[in-house]
Nanobody, 127 residues
Framework: QVQLVESGGGLVQAGGSLRLSCAAS????????MGWFRQAPGKEREFVAG????????YYADSVKGRFTISRDNAKNTVYLQMNSLKPEDTAVYYCAADKLPGRVVVPRTLPDFDSWGQGTQVIVSS
């Protein structure tokens, strides 16, 4: 497993932007796909965006497509989530997660695909 630490959450007005970061340690970061999930109060954790080990393939939930961008810097062992045009319905705790299998070329999107999770960072979007 890998240790993951998210940062960058906060309170922002609707239409604003935030950039989340997730720093990884303890495993060869560059070999594994990474994902961002979120969980709103009373709701299940849902997939937001994912990126394969090389950064060459990305996938987004329909709800964030065109507004959020996932990227990674393998030299810094960090994955990012740039969130633009934020909406109140984006309010949630955001988690990054590391794929349990190395070298995947298809973006993993379900919870069982991931074996390491960060502690989460709160994002609140006010209307």
């Amino acid at each position: 497993q890998v240790q993951l630490v998210e940062s960058g959450g906060g309170l922002v007005q609707a239409g604003g932007s935030l950039r989340l970061s997730c720093a990884a340690s303890g495993r060869t970061f560059s070999s594994y796909a990474m994902g961002w999930f979120r969980q709103a109060p009373g709701k299940e954790r849902e997939f937001v965006a994912g990126i394969i080990w090389s950064g060459g393939n990305k996938y987004y939930a329909d709800s964030v497509k065109g507004r959020f961008t996932i990227s990674r810097d393998n030299a810094k062992n960090t994955v990012y989530l740039q969130m633009n045009s934020l909406k109140p319905e984006d309010t949630a705790v955001y988690y990054c997660a590391a794929d349990k299998l190395p070298g995947r070329v298809v973006v993993p999107r379900t919870l069982p695909d991931f074996d390491s999770w960060g502690q989460g960072t709160q994002v609140i979007v006010s209307s």
